[in-house]
């Protein structure tokens, strides 16, 4: 047969114990939170500063296509019959130009 003031005495001493465990995970978490906190403000500022460094420079071109003549006057033209003009092109950029495949030149009736 069992005394009930053991079983109270028990218990009191289970909830103490519950008491205490949480009172100790709120310990830990108040003195770790901080940390992770400035962590991650540490991070964030870093990755800022990281993305902000690899934009380019507002005073950078890069590559930068320049042409001799605005317009080409070829005259008045047979229609269908070829005509060729030349100009110049230079790069006045600090990058390197790169020129694909010609395009094609579309004449526009009264150009």
Request: contains cysteine; glycine residues 8%; positive net charge.
């Amino acid at each position: 047969m069992s005394d009930p003031s053991i079983r109270k005495t028990q218990a009191r001493a289970m909830e103490r114990e519950r008491a205490r465990k949480q009172t100790g995970r709120r310990d830990t978490i108040t003195r770790v939170l901080p940390f992770g906190i400035a962590a991650a403000v540490v991070l964030f500022i870093g990755i800022v500063v990281f993305l902000a460094s690899n934009q380019a420079t507002p005073g950078a071109v890069g590559a930068r296509l320049q042409v001799d003549r605005e317009q080409i006057d070829l005259g008045n033209r047979i229609f269908d019959q070829p005509v060729s003009a030349t100009f110049t092109v230079k790069n006045v950029g600090d990058g390197t130009l790169k020129l694909d495949v010609p395009q094609v030149a579309t004449l526009l009736e009264g150009c």
